[in-house]
């Protein structure tokens, strides 16, 4: 099946600096990807999706300019963790959209941040 | 606005039993897909099955079944001989199929599934 990698899959950081979290579909590509997060023990959170060539859009209640959302290619989108405070750390998981099969969404590892 | 209910939070069956996580959706649209995905400790979303709304035929995939009554909006999962390796967390979703609709995945809260030796 489709392969979408998240990187790192682990991250810790001190408060205030930025963490970048990339994804990537190995093996199709994806014009659309979504980014959602993950408290302990809940379901998933969607917080924007990523369109390749053009701005993100973001869910409501979602700070654009605390998680920013850059989808340059075809097979990579990031998400990137600006100023990051203790109540940012969480589960963040992506998943890309292939356009064969019905659109299937194939969903990354994951990332877990911890800001300390 | 679209929203799915588990209203089980945690389930438990014996190994080789049959168990049913239940689902319910609201929507106003009549042609969208549903899922169920199953989410292990390694916490890597995997995907069970997926029903299209306008097939009446319930989707089947192995050991894995569904009853959907799209009238009751109603989409439950049915796991038979459950093996050890089907616990975990299992989330029902909803999307949108309609040109012009919302591509984005609406996830229940999940149901905590455990399988007794």
């Known amino acids: 099946g489709a392969v979408v990698s998240q990187h790192p899959s682990r991250v810790i950081c001190k408060s205030g600096t930025s963490v970048k979290i990339e994804c990537r579909s190995l093996?199709?590509?994806?014009?659309?990807m979504f980014w959602y997060r993950q408290f302990p023990k809940q379901s998933l959170m969607l917080m924007a999706t990523?369109?390749?060539?053009?701005?993100?859009?973001?869910e409501q209640g979602v700070e654009k300019d605390k998680f920013l959302i850059n989808h340059a290619s075809l097979t990579l989108s990031t998400l990137t963790v600006t100023s990051a405070h203790p109540e940012d750390s969480s589960f963040y998981i992506c998943?890309?959209?292939?356009?064969?099969?019905?659109?299937?969404?194939?969903f990354g590892e994951g990332s877990r941040l911890t800001v300390l | 606005a679209q929203t799915v209910t588990q209203s089980q939070p945690e389930m438990s069956v014996q190994e080789a039993e049959t168990v049913t996580l239940s689902c319910t959706y609201d929507?106003?649209?009549?042609?969208?897909?549903l899922f169920w995905y199953k989410q292990p400790p390694s916490r890597q979303m995997i995907l069970v099955i997926r029903?299209?709304?306008?097939?009446?035929q319930n989707a089947t995939e192995n050991r894995f079944s569904v009853n959907f009554q799209k009238a009751a909006k109603s989409f439950s999962l049915k796991i038979s001989d459950s093996q050890l390796g089907d616990a975990a967390m299992y989330f029902c979703?909803?999307?949108?199929?309609?040109?012009?609709?919302?591509?984005?995945?609406?996830f229940g809260k999940g149901t905590k599934l455990t399988v007794n030796p």
């Open positions: 998943s890309a959209r292939r356009w064969v099969d019905n659109g299937e969404l194939f």
């Open positions: 093996d199709f590509q994806a014009t659309t």
């Open positions: 990523s369109n390749e060539g053009s701005k993100a859009t973001y």
């Open positions: 929507t106003s649209e009549s042609d969208y897909y």
């Open positions: 029903q299209e709304a306008y097939k009446q």
């Open positions: 979703a909803y999307r949108s199929s309609t040109q012009g609709g919302s591509e984005k995945l609406v």
